[in-house]
T-cell receptor, first 115, second 116 residues
Framework: NAGVTQTPKFRVLKTGQSMTLLCAQD?????MYWYRQDPGMGLRLIHY???????AKGEVPDGYNVSRLKKQNFLLGLESAAPSQTSVYFC??????????????FGEGSRLTVL | AQKVTQVQTEISVVEKEDVTLDCVYE???????LFWYKQPPSGELVFLIR??????QNEISGRYSWNFQKSTSSFNFTITASQVVDSAVYFC?????????????FGAGTRLAVHP
Protein backbone atom coordinates (compact mmCIF):
# COMPACT_ATOMS: atom_id res chain seq x y z
CA ASN A 1 0.00 0.00 0.00
CA ALA A 2 2.83 2.40 -0.92
CA GLY A 3 0.90 5.09 -2.85
CA VAL A 4 3.39 7.79 -3.85
CA THR A 5 7.01 7.30 -2.80
CA GLN A 6 9.75 9.90 -3.06
CA THR A 7 13.48 9.32 -2.78
CA PRO A 8 15.60 10.64 -1.25
CA LYS A 9 13.79 12.19 1.75
CA PHE A 10 16.67 14.52 2.56
CA ARG A 11 19.64 15.79 0.61
CA VAL A 12 22.29 18.47 1.02
CA LEU A 13 24.01 19.76 -2.09
CA LYS A 14 26.70 22.27 -2.85
CA THR A 15 26.02 25.01 -5.37
CA GLY A 16 26.57 23.70 -8.87
CA GLN A 17 26.06 20.04 -8.07
CA SER A 18 23.41 18.01 -9.84
CA MET A 19 20.90 15.54 -8.50
CA THR A 20 17.71 13.71 -9.33
CA LEU A 21 14.62 13.21 -7.22
CA LEU A 22 12.64 10.08 -7.96
CA CYS A 23 8.89 9.75 -7.60
CA ALA A 24 7.17 6.40 -7.93
CA GLN A 25 3.45 5.66 -7.75
CA ASP A 26 1.75 2.30 -7.73
CA UNK A 27 -1.83 3.45 -8.41
CA UNK A 28 -1.61 3.39 -12.21
CA UNK A 29 -2.27 7.13 -12.33
CA UNK A 30 -1.91 8.99 -15.60
CA UNK A 31 -1.04 12.38 -14.15
CA MET A 32 2.03 13.18 -12.09
CA TYR A 33 3.27 16.46 -10.69
CA TRP A 34 6.25 18.03 -8.97
CA TYR A 35 5.63 20.90 -6.54
CA ARG A 36 7.94 22.90 -4.35
CA GLN A 37 6.91 24.31 -1.00
CA ASP A 38 8.49 27.44 0.41
CA PRO A 39 7.52 29.31 3.60
CA GLY A 40 4.56 31.62 3.08
CA MET A 41 4.09 30.64 -0.55
CA GLY A 42 2.13 27.42 -0.43
CA LEU A 43 2.89 24.84 -3.07
CA ARG A 44 3.95 25.89 -6.54
CA LEU A 45 3.88 23.62 -9.55
CA ILE A 46 7.26 23.00 -11.19
CA HIS A 47 6.47 20.50 -13.93
CA TYR A 48 3.78 17.97 -14.61
CA UNK A 49 3.05 15.01 -16.85
CA UNK A 50 -0.23 13.85 -18.31
CA UNK A 51 1.07 10.47 -19.37
CA UNK A 52 4.09 8.33 -20.11
CA UNK A 53 6.53 10.13 -22.37
CA UNK A 54 4.96 13.57 -21.87
CA UNK A 55 6.00 16.49 -19.68
CA ALA A 56 5.01 20.13 -19.42
CA LYS A 57 6.08 23.25 -17.56
CA GLY A 58 4.25 24.48 -14.54
CA GLU A 59 4.47 27.75 -12.68
CA VAL A 60 8.17 27.71 -11.72
CA PRO A 61 10.04 25.41 -14.15
CA ASP A 62 13.36 27.26 -14.48
CA GLY A 63 16.39 25.32 -13.27
CA TYR A 64 14.58 21.97 -13.34
CA ASN A 65 14.13 19.19 -15.85
CA VAL A 66 11.82 16.20 -15.71
CA SER A 67 11.31 12.87 -17.42
CA ARG A 68 8.48 10.35 -17.51
CA LEU A 69 9.94 7.32 -19.26
CA LYS A 70 7.69 4.92 -17.38
CA LYS A 71 4.13 5.55 -16.31
CA GLN A 72 4.86 4.87 -12.67
CA ASN A 73 7.94 7.10 -12.37
CA PHE A 74 8.43 10.85 -12.61
CA LEU A 75 11.97 12.18 -12.19
CA LEU A 76 12.90 15.73 -11.23
CA GLY A 77 16.43 16.83 -12.07
CA LEU A 78 18.54 19.76 -10.97
CA GLU A 79 21.47 20.16 -13.37
CA SER A 80 23.29 22.89 -11.45
CA ALA A 81 21.80 23.43 -8.02
CA ALA A 82 21.44 26.95 -6.64
CA PRO A 83 20.67 28.12 -3.08
CA SER A 84 17.29 29.40 -4.36
CA GLN A 85 16.33 25.78 -4.94
CA THR A 86 16.49 25.02 -1.25
CA SER A 87 12.96 23.83 -0.60
CA VAL A 88 10.71 20.92 0.19
CA TYR A 89 9.67 19.06 -2.94
CA PHE A 90 6.43 17.16 -3.22
CA CYS A 91 5.46 14.70 -5.88
CA UNK A 92 1.81 13.94 -6.53
CA UNK A 93 -0.23 11.77 -8.83
CA UNK A 94 -3.85 11.67 -9.89
CA UNK A 95 -6.25 9.69 -11.99
CA UNK A 96 -8.41 11.93 -14.14
CA UNK A 97 -11.01 10.04 -16.05
CA UNK A 98 -12.67 13.29 -17.04
CA UNK A 99 -11.77 16.91 -16.75
CA UNK A 100 -11.75 18.16 -13.23
CA UNK A 101 -12.33 15.04 -11.20
CA UNK A 102 -8.92 14.04 -9.97
CA UNK A 103 -7.85 14.12 -6.38
CA UNK A 104 -4.09 14.43 -5.96
CA UNK A 105 -2.22 11.93 -3.83
CA PHE A 106 1.00 13.29 -2.41
CA GLY A 107 4.31 11.77 -1.43
CA GLU A 108 5.88 12.56 1.92
CA GLY A 109 8.16 15.25 0.56
CA SER A 110 11.88 15.59 -0.06
CA ARG A 111 13.82 18.27 1.79
CA LEU A 112 16.64 19.68 -0.30
CA THR A 113 19.25 22.11 1.00
CA VAL A 114 21.69 23.81 -1.37
CA LEU A 115 24.69 25.41 0.31
CA ALA B 1 -6.92 34.50 -13.46
CA GLN B 2 -6.92 31.29 -11.48
CA LYS B 3 -6.06 32.10 -7.91
CA VAL B 4 -6.62 31.03 -4.32
CA THR B 5 -6.32 33.41 -1.38
CA GLN B 6 -6.26 32.21 2.18
CA VAL B 7 -7.25 35.18 4.27
CA GLN B 8 -5.44 34.28 7.48
CA THR B 9 -1.72 33.55 7.54
CA GLU B 10 -1.72 32.35 11.14
CA ILE B 11 -4.40 31.66 13.73
CA SER B 12 -3.87 30.88 17.38
CA VAL B 13 -6.67 29.50 19.55
CA VAL B 14 -7.10 27.76 22.86
CA GLU B 15 -8.31 24.19 22.89
CA LYS B 16 -12.09 23.74 22.57
CA GLU B 17 -12.55 27.02 20.72
CA ASP B 18 -14.19 26.97 17.31
CA VAL B 19 -12.07 28.32 14.46
CA THR B 20 -12.80 29.20 10.84
CA LEU B 21 -10.23 29.29 8.06
CA ASP B 22 -11.27 31.46 5.13
CA CYS B 23 -10.56 30.68 1.49
CA VAL B 24 -11.45 32.87 -1.48
CA TYR B 25 -10.88 31.75 -5.05
CA GLU B 26 -10.92 33.16 -8.56
CA UNK B 27 -11.57 31.13 -11.67
CA UNK B 28 -12.94 31.53 -15.19
CA UNK B 29 -14.08 27.92 -15.30
CA UNK B 30 -17.76 27.11 -14.93
CA UNK B 31 -16.89 23.64 -13.66
CA UNK B 32 -14.21 23.44 -11.04
CA UNK B 33 -13.18 21.63 -7.90
CA LEU B 34 -12.04 22.93 -4.55
CA PHE B 35 -9.97 21.08 -1.99
CA TRP B 36 -8.69 21.38 1.53
CA TYR B 37 -5.47 19.67 2.61
CA LYS B 38 -3.90 19.45 6.06
CA GLN B 39 -0.14 19.48 6.61
CA PRO B 40 0.72 18.43 10.18
CA PRO B 41 4.19 19.09 11.67
CA SER B 42 5.37 15.77 10.25
CA GLY B 43 5.13 17.34 6.79
CA GLU B 44 2.89 15.09 4.76
CA LEU B 45 -0.15 16.45 2.94
CA VAL B 46 -3.43 14.93 4.03
CA PHE B 47 -6.50 15.24 1.83
CA LEU B 48 -9.56 16.49 3.74
CA ILE B 49 -12.29 17.27 1.23
CA ARG B 50 -13.12 17.83 -2.44
CA UNK B 51 -16.13 19.87 -3.55
CA UNK B 52 -17.31 20.47 -7.10
CA UNK B 53 -18.79 23.73 -8.27
CA UNK B 54 -22.29 22.34 -8.72
CA UNK B 55 -22.69 21.20 -5.16
CA UNK B 56 -23.16 24.05 -2.70
CA GLN B 57 -24.38 21.92 0.16
CA ASN B 58 -22.42 22.40 3.31
CA GLU B 59 -20.58 19.33 4.49
CA ILE B 60 -19.85 18.12 7.98
CA SER B 61 -17.40 15.43 8.96
CA GLY B 62 -17.08 15.05 12.70
CA ARG B 63 -15.68 18.30 14.06
CA TYR B 64 -14.92 19.57 10.56
CA SER B 65 -17.37 21.48 8.40
CA TRP B 66 -17.11 23.32 5.11
CA ASN B 67 -19.17 26.22 3.81
CA PHE B 68 -19.09 26.65 0.03
CA GLN B 69 -20.67 29.81 -1.38
CA LYS B 70 -20.35 30.46 -5.11
CA SER B 71 -21.88 33.92 -4.75
CA THR B 72 -18.87 35.08 -2.75
CA SER B 73 -16.34 32.62 -4.28
CA SER B 74 -15.54 31.29 -0.86
CA PHE B 75 -14.90 27.83 0.54
CA ASN B 76 -14.43 28.21 4.29
CA PHE B 77 -13.38 25.53 6.74
CA THR B 78 -14.51 25.40 10.36
CA ILE B 79 -13.14 23.24 13.13
CA THR B 80 -15.48 22.90 16.09
CA ALA B 81 -14.09 22.33 19.57
CA SER B 82 -10.50 22.48 18.37
CA GLN B 83 -7.89 20.11 19.74
CA VAL B 84 -4.11 20.29 19.98
CA VAL B 85 -3.88 17.63 17.26
CA ASP B 86 -5.54 20.06 14.87
CA SER B 87 -2.38 22.18 14.92
CA ALA B 88 -1.15 22.17 11.33
CA VAL B 89 -0.92 24.21 8.18
CA TYR B 90 -4.11 24.02 6.15
CA PHE B 91 -4.17 24.57 2.42
CA CYS B 92 -7.11 25.46 0.24
CA UNK B 93 -6.69 24.56 -3.44
CA UNK B 94 -8.47 25.01 -6.76
CA UNK B 95 -8.35 22.45 -9.55
CA UNK B 96 -8.00 24.73 -12.55
CA UNK B 97 -7.85 24.28 -16.26
CA UNK B 98 -4.60 25.81 -17.42
CA UNK B 99 -3.25 25.22 -20.91
CA UNK B 100 -5.81 22.50 -21.55
CA UNK B 101 -4.94 20.38 -18.53
CA UNK B 102 -6.02 20.38 -14.93
CA UNK B 103 -3.66 21.54 -12.24
CA UNK B 104 -4.09 22.14 -8.57
CA UNK B 105 -3.46 25.73 -7.53
CA PHE B 106 -2.76 26.18 -3.84
CA GLY B 107 -3.30 29.06 -1.49
CA ALA B 108 -0.38 30.13 0.69
CA GLY B 109 -1.72 28.21 3.65
CA THR B 110 -3.04 29.07 7.11
CA ARG B 111 -0.99 27.97 10.08
CA LEU B 112 -3.27 26.95 12.94
CA ALA B 113 -1.87 26.64 16.45
CA VAL B 114 -4.15 25.13 19.08
CA HIS B 115 -2.89 25.63 22.62
CA PRO B 116 -3.89 23.51 25.62
Amino acid sequence: NAGVTQTPKFRVLKTGQSMTLLCAQDMNHEYMYWYRQDPGMGLRLIHYSVGEGTTAKGEVPDGYNVSRLKKQNFLLGLESAAPSQTSVYFCASSYQAERGSGELFFGEGSRLTVL
Amino acid sequence: AQKVTQVQTEISVVEKEDVTLDCVYETRDTTYYLFWYKQPPSGELVFLIRRNSFDEQNEISGRYSWNFQKSTSSFNFTITASQVVDSAVYFCALLASVGGYNKLIFGAGTRLAVHP
